[in-house]
């Protein structure tokens, strides 16, 4: 079976430094792995994606997240964290193995202190 | 510029008191979504359309419908609805697969969502 896990439910820190969300996949087959955020009140908004290539992914606010095969992580960081920064951070795992269904993590809520 | 439209934004009804949630997409997706959010978790998947086939959760209640007249418009009907159904609803769109070649990852497309409140 398909799962996503997010160990933390919160990340604290100040604003400034690097920050990382964690995830962890357990899928069979190739993975599409996903990042998307929720502002309070509003829809997810897509981050980024690992489909294939390069374990590094570059995608929007200037968040990055590393593909990590062999511990099945794909850990979502930015190197200067920003107050607008904070928000609700899911992970999101699909495979095509004959289903359209996106399995999402259960969510971590990040802080960022000014 | 192309997007997912959810309305109303804000849905207060009464206990039993039918309601319906629109969704329209400009992005002429194939797969349209929807999900339950409550309090801050993880998004629940209650069904989803690839063009007109419906496809149910099995753990959805029989007190949610849908209906996709067409490309563009579903909409989520809730027959009588319940404290416990109090939560934000996500309508999403995506390509599905065997459509839009390489660039075809699917990458879900989400409305800004329908807080539903019961009285």
């Known amino acids: 079976a398909q799962s996503v896990a997010q160990p933390e439910d919160q990340v604290n820190v100040a604003e400034g430094n690097p920050l990382t969300v964690k995830c962890t996949y357990s899928?069979?087959?190739?993975?599409?792995l996903f990042w998307y955020v929720q502002y309070p009140n509003r829809g997810l908004q897509f981050l980024l994606k690992?489909?294939?290539?390069?374990?590094l992914v570059k995608g929007s606010y200037g968040f990055e997240a590393e593909f990590n095969k062999s511990q099945t992580s794909f850990h979502l960081k930015k190197p200067s964290a920003l107050v607008s920064d904070s928000a609700l951070y899911f992970c999101a795992v699909r495979a095509y193995t004959g289903g359209f269904k996106t399995i999402f993590g259960a969510g971590t809520r990040l802080f960022v202190k000014a | 510029d192309a997007m997912v439209i959810q309305n109303p934004r804000y849905q207060v009804t009464q206990f039993g008191k039918p309601v319906t949630l629109s969704c329209s997409q400009t992005l002429n997706h194939n797969v349209m979504y929807w999900y339950q959010q409550k309090s801050s978790q993880a998004p629940k998947l209650l069904f989803h359309y690839y063009d007109k086939d419906f496809n149910n959760e099995a753990d959805t209640p029989d007190n949610f419908q849908s209906r996709r007249p067409n490309t563009s418009f579903c909409f989520l009907d809730i027959r009588s609805p319940g404290l416990g159904d109090a939560a934000m609803y996500l309508c999403?769109?995506?390509?599905?697969?065997?459509?839009?070649?390489?660039?075809?990852?699917?990458?879900?497309?989400f409305g800004e969502g329908s807080r539903l409140t019961v009285l």
């Open positions: 690992y489909i294939t290539g390069d374990n």
């Open positions: 899928v069979s087959g190739n993975p599409y």
């Open positions: 999403a769109t995506s390509r599905g697969p065997g459509t839009g070649g390489v660039s075809n990852t699917g990458e879900l497309f």
